[in-house]
């Protein structure tokens, strides 16, 4: 575990302001959450926070990469994101104090800001504008949701497609607006398994998308030529 001073607090703002949610929190509320975390890293594969276990932190992601999954009653694991550095989880279970409905692990070697439950709630105590914040917090969180769970029902495996890498976007750079290229992190088989298709169908579809000039294939990752014309291209969205 590296100590918390491997990170300045400039530093950890610089990251964790490419998360929305954190840039759009005042700035003595941005102070509050820096100054009482902690960081941690874990190897690749380790579990985070375990699926059904009691709520410790919430957390962000400084380096790396994490998966959030869920484990179904007839034991298949499905993937719902990849988090990459500014995404955030956990609040949820620390509000209700119930049992995680996720997992989050590792994906490759991981650095982890935390902000642990004691804290969280002290600061929730001298701060109450702090829930304020978490709601928003949550209500893009259950709209996704709901996204995937309509789009799972709804739509074409290239609208699926679209309205993923558009969440995705939402989801590792939220707020950007950027009209010009942007880079997703994902690799084929992650975003196959999200979509709910196979690796070849993903394929297929990927290059038709590449075909209409909506993104470029790359490694591990997808450049999204034109954001506000992808999210256009999805009525879900």
Request: proline letters at 5%; glycine letters at 6%.
């Amino acid at each position: 575990m590296p100590a918390p001073g491997d990170f300045t607090d400039q530093e950890l703002r610089r990251i964790l302001v490419s998360n929305a949610w954190f840039a759009n929190l005042p700035t003595a509320l941005q102070d509050k959450l820096i100054s009482r975390g902690t960081v941690r890293t874990f190897t690749k594969r380790a579990v985070i926070s375990a699926q059904g276990s009691t709520p410790k932190a919430m957390g962000a992601v400084l380096e790396g990469h994490v998966r959030v999954t869920r484990v179904l009653v007839g034991g298949e694991e499905n993937l719902y994101h990849v988090g990459d550095p500014g995404f955030w989880f956990g609040p949820l279970a620390l509000i209700t104090d119930a049992k995680t409905t996720v997992a989050v692990i590792a994906d490759t070697d991981v650095r982890i800001f935390l902000l642990s439950k004691a804290q969280f709630e002290r600061i929730a105590m001298e701060d109450p504008i702090f829930y304020r914040y978490l709601a928003l917090f949550i209500a893009q969180r259950y709209a996704s949701m709901l996204r995937h769970i309509s789009d799972s029902k709804l739509i074409s495996p290239e609208e699926r497609v679209c309205s993923k890498l558009a969440e995705l976007l939402q989801l590792q750079s939220p707020g950007n607006g950027q009209l010009g290229p942007v880079t997703v992190k994902v690799s084929q088989a992650d975003l196959a398994a999200i979509v709910g298709v196979s690796r070849q169908t993903l394929n297929e579809l990927l290059k038709k998308l590449e075909r209409r000039g909506l993104i470029e294939i790359a490694f591990r990752s997808i450049r999204v030529v034109n954001p506000v014309l992808l999210r256009g291209n999805d009525d879900y969205w």
